[in-house]
């Protein structure tokens, strides 16, 4: 069975720009969660999603958006990046509540 | 709001041997999960072990075994038999559920072990 795909592996952007970030997640799993983790620092929540509605969102500004879509696949968006967003942006899925979430590869964001 | 502690930011370990890694988390919650993640420098996060707050007996997972001390808000990770894949780094997590269908998984900063051959 595949597991959490994430799309593109490795991303080069410069300040200013918008860019989407996309997740299949793990058939059959309705939850959809973002994490952005700094090089050497642990991952951070952004947002959860569950049955398309957003149920979670941690400590990041509004240009930071999401939305999941009626296959539970999930989208990422970053408005007017900064360099201070250059990251790991890790997306997990699962069947939802207290189940574990199983992570993708990750987009590697690289700002200039 | 949650916290995650892991005071060990680097560990090493000889192959086939014994090794702990520490965390320690603060919440005011008493509904709650706790997971140990490996995160190898292929980057994809992988679940090692998961405890839940309401049983008392630690869980155990073939050469993965925790320490779960609930009143004093530790949660230790045990690898027996070290290999050289178990070289990664480790991640603690606290998972708060949010609702019915919602949670999130607040994370430490890591504990990179390296199995020594």
């Known amino acids: 069975d595949a597991g959490v795909t994430q799309s593109p592996t490795h991303l080069i952007k410069t300040r200013g720009q918008h860019v989407t970030l996309r997740c299949s997640p793990i058939?059959?799993?309705?939850?959809v969660s973002w994490y952005q983790q700094v090089l050497g620092q642990g991952p951070q929540f952004i947002f959860q999603?569950?049955?398309?509605?957003?149920?979670g969102r941690g400590n990041f500004p509004d240009r930071f958006s999401a939305r999941q879509f009626p296959n539970y696949s999930s989208e990422l968006n970053v408005n007017a990046l900064l360099l201070g967003d250059s990251a790991l942006y890790l997306c997990?899925?699962?069947?939802?509540?207290?189940?574990?979430?199983?992570f993708g590869d990750g987009t590697r964001l690289s700002i200039l | 709001a949650q916290t995650v502690t892991q005071s060990q930011p680097e560990m090493s370990v000889q192959e086939a041997e014994t090794v702990t890694l520490s965390c320690t988390y603060d919440?005011?919650?008493?509904?709650?999960?706790l997971f140990w993640y490996k995160q190898p420098p292929s980057r994809q996060m992988i679940l090692v072990i998961r405890?839940?707050?309401?049983?008392?007996q630690n869980a155990t997972e073939n050469r993965f075994s925790v320490n779960f001390q609930k009143a004093a808000k530790s949660f230790s990770l045990k690898i027996s038999d070290s290999q050289l894949g178990d070289t990664a780094m480790y991640f603690c997590?606290?998972?708060?559920?949010?609702?019915?269908?919602?949670?999130?998984?607040?994370f430490g900063e890591g504990t990179q072990l390296t199995v020594n051959p």
């Open positions: 997590a606290f998972m708060k559920p949010l609702g019915t269908s919602g949670s999130r998984l607040t």
């Open positions: 999603y569950y049955e398309k509605e957003e149920r």
């Open positions: 405890q839940e707050a309401y049983k008392q």
């Open positions: 919440t005011s919650e008493s509904n709650y999960y």
């Open positions: 997990a899925s699962s069947l939802g509540g207290r189940q574990p979430q199983h």
């Open positions: 058939s059959g799993h309705k939850s």
